[in-house]
């Protein structure tokens, strides 16, 4: 038996090759984090290494993700390498008692650190396990272009990216009813970005992070996968559209609504006109 046989490793090690499959993972762009069931655990735990590592600091703390495990890719590691050596490029990672440290107890066999953004990861999974009562399991992010270009062509707002992706594809506000939150430019990697993100997940299932990519969260790998694959598709017919030539019609506000009703989701009425 050997630790990719382990379904949740196996998934996740498919979400890796997918997302770098679909052109969002270049170089080492990118992260993918799980927190694992306890069952999960005790399927993984055969495989831990005898001694774990050092307690590492995080900078930020969340008193609700005391002693949960997380799978995760390394920081400067490649998505196109993770079905190579699953070993060498992704991480399982303990929470101390306190909510604030880490330690390694598998993976990163050459070396290395959890991703640069676990920061962001672990606030936004703090924000979500709260939020979902316990049901929110993944945070993805992700470079894909499209979505990444419409931050330099709309307002920075919430409101203008929702309603843009929705008109953008009709099962759009079936899938993201909530519509997706939009940070505005920041440096990566830092407590400034997480903070700002782990805010608007409070209410969001997705945020843009202008001029570099997407988070998407999710109960499981295929919804967050999902989340972002129907996103990044909507930009891509937004920009489609608009460098194909001049907009002739496009969903209206009322068809909105009659697509909410029709599927039985709630679309955040302040994003809605009143038409
Ligand atoms: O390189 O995507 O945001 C990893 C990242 C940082
Ligand atoms: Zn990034």
């Known amino acids: 038996m050997n630790i990719t046989h382990v379904k949740i490793m196996e998934g996740f090690i498919r979400a890796c090759e997918d997302g770098w499959l679909q052109g969002w993972h270049e170089r080492n762009g990118g992260n993918l984090t799980c927190r694992l069931t306890t069952e999960e655990v005790e399927e993984l735990r055969p495989f831990f290494k005898e001694q774990p590592g050092e307690w590492v600091h995080m900078g930020v703390k969340a008193e609700n993700l005391a002693g949960e495990y997380f799978l995760s890719t390394g920081s ?3 998505f196109r390498n993770v079905p190579l050596a699953p070993q060498d490029n992704l991480c399982i990672l303990e929470i101390n008692s306190a909510g604030d440290s880490w330690r390694l107890v ?8 959890p991703t640069s953004e676990f920061p962001s990861h672990f606030l936004n999974h703090s924000v979500k396990k709260e939020a979902t009562k316990g049901e929110n399991r993944v945070i993805y992010h992700a470079h894909p272009a499209h979505i990444t270009a419409m931050t330099y062509i709309l307002p920075l707002t919430s409101r203008d990216f929702s309603r843009a992706l929705w008109k953008s594809e009709t099962e759009c506000p079936v899938v993201f009813p909530g519509g997706v939150g939009v940070v505005e430019w920041m440096v990566p990697g830092g407590a400034q970005i997480a903070l700002a993100t782990s805010e608007l997940m409070k209410t969001f299932d997705a945020a843009v992070w202008a001029h570099h990519g997407l988070f998407a969260c999710g109960p499981d790998l295929d919804t967050a996968f999902g989340l972002m694959h129907t996103i990044e598709k909507a930009a ?15 969903i209206p506000d009322s068809g909105l609504r009659a697509i909410a009703e029709a599927y039985g989701v709630k679309l955040r009425e302040e994003f809605l006109d009143n038409q």
């Open 106 to 113: 598998w993976g990163l066999e050459k070396g290395g650190n």
């Open 236 to 250: 891509e017919i937004y920009l489609l559209a608009r460098s194909a030539g001049q907009e002739l019609q496009t």
């Open 76 to 78: 400067g590691k490649y």
